[in-house]
T-cell receptor
Framework: NAGVMQNPRHLVRRRGQEARLRCSPMKGHSHVYWYRQLPEEGLKFMVYLQKENIIDESGMPKERFSAEFPKEGPSILRIQQVVRGDSAAYFC???????????????FGDGTRLSIL | AQKITQTQPGMFVQEKEAVTLDCTYDTSDPSYGLFWYKQPSSGEMIFLIYQGSYDQQNATEGRYSLNFQKARKSANLVISASQLGDSAMYFCAMREGSGGYNKLIFGAGTRLAVHP
């Protein structure tokens, strides 16, 4: 499935702890997108990043959530002081970029399933 | 506001028959892209097929084809010769944003069950 690597695959945290989710895009891709999928729902956009820049964070909760995509290393989605409602699958996708008419699909990682006890 | 609607929460089909999964969309942007993804029970998102708003012909990829009716704003997925391995959730998605990037908005999905 296209080479986007996410880890861990499963993550269990207790309420109040921090969760760090990592995403390495496909080789040659410099655009990363994070999505959240609640049970029995479709994916919801959270944030779009290019190297060292947050381009669009319109889907990110204003508190406790942050994302980064450093010059070196994977993109990180960080959730501080987790609550039960943060339990979800978090997907990362990457693309090469392109124009609005581009047919480049986003290639998704296998997701991280976050469970909050 | 842009949105994607999948009105069929669940569908079932007999093995080897064809099935159509519905998707309608709403956008005022003349330039957009429509995608279908498959999510099996293992959870990964698998890209199936893409249709651009300016494409003249309906997209096809193997057993998958997209019935694109622009005036009706529908982009239904047709799976021919269904196989047991096609049992999964199917999501329709639209690329939004005029800034040259691929942010997607997803429908709620349709769960397809293929019966032997």
């Amino acid at each position: 499935n296209a080479g986007v690597m996410q880890n861990p695959r499963h993550l269990v945290r207790r309420r109040g702890q921090e969760a760090r989710l990592r995403c390495s895009p496909m080789k040659g891709h410099s655009h990363v997108y994070w999505y959240r999928q609640l049970p029995e729902e479709g994916l919801k956009f959270m944030v779009y990043l290019q190297k060292e820049n947050i381009i669009d964070e319109s889907g990110m909760p204003k508190e406790r959530f942050s994302a980064e995509f450093p010059k070196e290393g994977p993109s990180i989605l960080r959730i501080q002081q987790v609550v039960r409602g943060d339990s979800a699958a978090y997907f990362c996708a990457s693309s090469r970029g392109g124009t609005p008419n581009s047919n480049q699909p986003q290639h998704f990682g296998d997701g991280t399933r976050l469970s909050i006890l | 506001a842009q949105k994607i609607t999948q009105t069929q929460p669940g569908m079932f089909v007999q093995e080897k028959e064809a099935v159509t999964l519905d998707c309608t969309y709403d956008t005022s942007d003349p330039s957009y892209g429509l995608f279908w993804y498959k999510q099996p029970s293992s959870g990964e998102m698998i890209f199936l097929i893409y249709q651009g708003s300016y494409d003249q012909q309906n997209a096809t990829e193997g057993r998958y084809s997209l019935n694109f009716q622009k005036a009706r704003k529908s982009a239904n997925l047709v799976i021919s010769a269904s196989q047991l391995g096609d049992s999964a959730m199917y999501f329709c998605a639209m690329r939004e944003g005029s800034g040259g990037y691929n942010k997607l908005i997803f429908g709620a999905g349709t769960r397809l069950a293929v019966h032997p």
